[in-house]
């Protein structure tokens, strides 16, 4: 899987923050377990392996959450500063 596989779906784009949410929140919880994460190298790997394995869960989710439906993607505006 890469980039483009998830720009190419409209289920992969529905789910992608929630999965790059708790792929950051795995890598982060193991930081003191393996500091060798803190420079970051290796996440995007890590990244994809945890949406393959969370995307149908994630889907389905999102789906139940809107009627069996998945819901029209809109940019979402920025709330946070860079």
Do not use: T
Not at 71 to 78: A, E, R
């Amino acid at each position: 899987m890469n980039i483009q596989d998830i720009a190419k779906s409209k289920e992969k784009k529905a789910v992608f923050h929630m999965v790059l949410e708790e792929a950051c929140r795995q890598w982060c919880d193991g930081i003191e377990d393996a500091p060798e994460r803190k420079d970051g190298e290796g996440f995007a790997d890590f990244f994809y392996e945890i949406f393959e394995d969370k995307e149908k869960e994630y889907v389905q989710q999102v789906k139940e959450m809107n009627g069996g439906r998945l819901p029209l993607l809109q940019p979402k505006d920025k709330d946070h500063e860079r």
